[in-house]
């Protein structure tokens, strides 16, 4: 009987640990994966652009990239304050989404009526900026059923209107090679340190997301950040030195009063106050504003926005 030397038992053995942790690692992303029964496939097919699934919603983003908007004198990029979306999240056997469509006032009256003839809940139409040339409008959406029906409903209202439904010139995994100053065009890092949170560029504009702390619900159903339920702040460079921002503060009743002050303080125009949802709790209120300003003292004024949220 030949022996087998302890040399290579050992590194059979080892081979052998390395592939069971190896398959082990494996399985709780295959779990991860399969959370969400959300056909993502079916919802693609029938609005016509793919999205990206991320904490079980699976959320499109549809750029106005045919709008040219200027605000006095800067230009605006489409992810700053031209980004329609829709968001859906598993409900049972059905979805539900809501979402946000940035139409032209000669638009809205279009989608507005192919939208409740299609069944989808209109919960909200206000402007988010002021003194935008063309004018822009906002509709906010909502509604519960079949995924991939909803998701057709949503098409046919955006056809009547000129939103670009093709899918991004970058190829599918694709990352750009620059960093996020040299994409943005100013120092994105410096702002993400006053701010106190991390954010990413894309399209020349850093998006700094900031969840509330407590559970938000549509309907019954739990609405995390990702489907608008997150203060949004957005930047872009607009002119040497400066930044323009803009976005909103998603807020209790009780800090309304404090992030007005906190902004207005710092020479941050307030744009819009209202609702986008009719069936949520808690109620929330969503603070649009408008700065452009030097980088440090645009960062520095909505950092004073968010910690007058924190206050009591």
Request: proline share 4%; hydrophobic share 45%; charged share 25%.
């Amino acid at each position: 009987m030949k022996t087998i030397p302890v040399e290579i038992a050992a590194v059979a053995f080892v081979s052998l640990l390395l592939v069971h942790a190896s398959g082990s690692a494996a399985e709780p992303e295959k779990h991860e994966a399969s959370t969400s029964k959300l056909d993502t496939t079916a919802i693609d097919k029938a609005i016509g652009k793919s999205g990206e699934l991320k904490d079980e919603v699976y959320k499109i983003s549809i750029p106005r990239t045919d709008l040219k908007v200027l605000v006095k004198d800067v230009t605006l990029k489409p992810g700053l304050a031209l980004g329609s979306w829709v968001a859906f999240k598993e409900a049972g056997n059905e979805a539900v989404i809501d979402g946000d469509l940035v139409l032209t006032e000669d638009e809205v009256a279009l989608v507005f009526d192919k939208l409740r003839k299609e069944g989808i809940e209109v919960t909200a139409l206000h402007n988010h900026l002021i003194g935008e040339t063309p004018r822009v409008m906002f509709l906010h959406i909502a509604g519960k059923g079949d995924a991939a029906r909803l998701a057709s409903h949503i098409k046919n209202a955006l056809a009547l209107t000129k939103t670009p439904l093709g899918e991004s010139t970058r190829k599918p995994g694709e990352v750009s090679t620059k960093t996020g100053a040299e994409e943005a065009g100013f120092n994105a890092e410096q702002i993400q340190q006053v701010l106190g949170h991390k954010g990413t560029v894309k399209g020349g504009v850093l998006h700094v997301s900031v969840p509330r702390p407590e559970h938000i619900t549509m309907g019954g159903v739990m609405l995390p950040p990702s489907m608008g339920m997150a203060t949004a702040l957005n930047f872009q460079q607009a002119g040497e030195g400066k930044v323009a921002a803009t976005g909103d503060f998603v807020m209790t009743r009780d800090e309304v009063d404090r992030v007005t002050k906190a902004l207005a303080d710092h020479g941050i125009m307030v744009t819009a106050l209202h609702n986008h949802l009719v069936h949520g709790t808690p109620d929330l209120y969503f603070m649009h504003f408008w700065a452009h300003d030097a980088l440090e003292n645009v960062a520095k004024g909505l950092r004073a926005g968010l910690d007058a949220m924190q206050s009591k």
